[in-house]
């Protein structure tokens, strides 16, 4: 029992440790970011050859959050937050008129699983939430966007409810695509539900019997720039970035028949914070501290300069597992 209890014990300063961590290289960065006066312009000249397609996406300026130095307190939960509060969906931005507002067609409910297994134990860790690029979403299309920790799929549509109103965003065999779909059945649409979680946590989540009275749909993929889970597929998608294709590919197929580049950008802004994420890192290493050090969580991530080979693990989004698991 003592034995135990000991173990416990250091396994809990463990966690401790890696906080602190965490929290020390954070308020490095931020620091860092604070003495300099950060300008993506120099960006273009160097990765003029090698665009993502984040380069080509109509956002917002980000000279809001480029102004926004270092943390400020969220005005409802009072914690020190940065760019916005990821508890309480609160933009932090001194002028409100420079957060970016996209109009969403369609309800969207985002599944947040927040339990996970650390050192044997099941917690609720909070960075989880402050890393899940889905929170977004609801910052700039906060009307739309509903976020739950909890889901019963049984409760996501009433049994009087058309079997095609509301629909899982997930690449099962019998999801259909998005950009196939009929008039009538894209009109139908009320709710896209998306679920953000890890895997395993995704495969019990559709162990669910009732998953079967639920619509799945799938889009069309491209390569991404998701840098938080490391090497990993391309074709692998962050969660804000699958819901930002559905809505494209929604568009495509119901506005601009089926031509993508017909397709005028209208939901780019959900991307605006994952773009800005994606640009801060680009410019950390292009320009800024971390200039010719090596970015060893994705191979040919940094556009404008060689990167070397590198093979690190971590887990994955859920969104794709599922493919990745049959190759
Ligand atoms: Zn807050």
């Not at 009320?190 to 639920?214: E, P, R």
């Amino acid at each position: 029992m003592k034995r135990q209890s000991n173990t416990m014990e250091k396994k809990g300063q463990e966690e401790e440790e890696v906080k602190e961590q965490g929290v020390q290289k954070r308020q490095k960065l931020d620091q860092n970011n604070q003495e300099k006066k950060i300008d993506f312009s120099v960006l273009n000249e160097r990765q003029d050859q090698q665009q993502s397609y984040i380069d080509k996406l109509k956002l917002n300026s980000f000279n809001a959050l480029i102004e926004m130095k270092g943390r400020k307190d969220c005005p409802k939960c009072k914690c020190s937050r940065k760019y916005f509060c990821y508890d309480c969906y609160i933009p932090l931005n001194d002028d409100l008129a420079t957060v970016p507002r996209v109009d969403l067609p369609i309800e969207v409910t985002v599944y947040i699983y927040l339990l996970e297994l650390y050192f044997n134990r099941l917690r609720h860790p909070k960075e989880k939430i402050s890393k899940s690029s889905i929170v977004a979403s609801k910052i700039v299309a906060p009307e739309k966007v509903q976020i739950v920790h909890e889901m019963d799929i049984s409760s996501l549509r009433d049994d009087d409810e058309d079997y095609d109103s509301v629909v899982l965003l997930f690449p099962t065999d019998d999801a259909q695509e998005v950009i196939k779909m009929s008039e009538e059945e894209l009109a139908k649409i009320k709710k896209v539900v998306i679920i953000d979680c890890t895997w395993n946590q995704t495969h019990h989540f559709l162990k669910q019997a009732n998953v079967k009275k639920i619509k799945k749909i799938k889009i069309q993929t491209e390569k991404t720039v998701f840098w938080r889970y490391q090497r990993i597929s391309e074709a692998n998608l962050a969660t804000i970035e699958a819901l930002y294709y559905f809505f494209r590919d929604y568009d495509v197929n119901k506005n601009c028949s089926g031509d993508y580049a017909k397709y005028d950008g209208k939901y780019d802004n959900l991307l605006y914070y994952y773009a800005f994420n994606y640009k801060l890192i680009q410019y950390e290493y292009v320009e800024g501290s971390k200039k010719d050090k090596k970015f060893i969580r994705m191979d040919n991530y940094i556009k404008g300069r060689d990167e070397p080979e590198q093979d690190t693990k971590h887990h994955k989004p859920a969104y794709l597992a599922q493919n990745d698991k049959k190759e």
